[in-house]
């Protein structure tokens, strides 16, 4: 089995003040209380305009995002190449309901999408379709309800800023990746990415689309998209991930009187990722993986499954990847064993960013297991380098 416990190889990048700095947050975001809080101060904090920054910025913003730029993230990006961890600039902004906004956002996506071709530490662009329309929009088009012509005109722009992206990517030979975000608007972000699949995938996995595997229903997707892609002689690109949104979608089923489109145990979610990685690696012919997860299980059986295929570590179709400022130990040790691996580096400011953050800190909060272990091994790491000195 692959070593993923190397300390010295994990935080090699890091000095002792970074190593610090993750210490003190992973030690106050184990417990759920002060998560709360933090929640709950920074909603007020956003609705009311006040300044955040002074705390956010020093603590949870600079352990998990690059910086507010493209440019800003240049430092992180470079000091991970250098251990062949690339990066993927994520880029973060509140949900907008102005064109005009809107299409600021578009246009800084697509500076984003054009910077990826540009460096080779970074091997894919991403976004989130709801940036590029509103939600109502989506929501409404995912239910087949009928839009008003000012939402016809915001759907069609969504279509031609979604197309315009995916072109872009295509030009610059780098792949791009679709974000899954609420289950209320995935069939029409689905329907769309299929579409751009079949437009731009036929050399190679230009797009890839976002299966969150803790849906019931994703595992027939994927042998849908799978069939898709045999009687079209595409590539489909799956990047697979869990899923964020659990409680929230559960809580919405719940209210809108629908059953949950969620599995009902983590053990089911997990069944369903890892099978879906197996069937990924069966059928590597015709399906390219990005695989982003900080589950060792789920990594080992990847490992496995591309072992048992023959395949090498570093086989181009198969991508791993964590999020900036999580497990360390798993990226930088994968990246050393040779698979091609990469971390999800988010950019933009303070207020637009907080989201993202307290996604992450309530997420590392209720995995209480991994958090303790992350913790476990930074001061493991800050006591090794003590007894160096
Ligand atoms: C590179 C990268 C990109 C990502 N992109 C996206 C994205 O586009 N969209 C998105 O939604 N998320 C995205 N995520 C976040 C991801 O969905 C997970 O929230 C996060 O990675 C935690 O899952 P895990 O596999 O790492 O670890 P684990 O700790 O093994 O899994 C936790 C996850 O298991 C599931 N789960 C937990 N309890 C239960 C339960 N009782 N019943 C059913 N399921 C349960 C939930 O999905 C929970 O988030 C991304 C993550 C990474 C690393």
Redesign the pocket.
Known sequence: MIDLDNIEVAYKIKNDRELGNAKFLFSMIKYPFMVRSLGFMSNMALKMRLPISWIVKPTLYRHFVGGETIEECFPAMNKMIGENVKS?LDFSIEAAEKEAEIDATFQELKRSVINSGKHEAIPFSVFKPTALTTHNVLKKVSFNEPLTSEEQTSYNNFLQRFDSLCAEAAKTGKPIMV???DYWFQKAIDDVTEEMMLKYNHKTATVYT?L?M?RHDRLAYLQHLIELAKQNNIIAGI?Y??????EKERARAMAGGYPSP?????K???NA?NEALRISVENCDRIHVFC????EE?IHALVQYMKDKGLPNNHPAIYI???YGMSDNLSFNLAKAGYNVAK?LPYGKVRNVLPYLIRRAE?NSA?AG?TTRELIMLKQELKRRKSLK
């Not at 991930?241 to 659990?246: E, K, N």
């Open positions: 993927v974000d899954a975000e976002t969150q803790y990047k991930v869990r899923g964020a949104y659990m969620i599995y009902p145990t983590k089911d979610t997990d990722f982003g997860t900080h589950n789920s990847a964590q999020l999800y997420e995995i991994q």
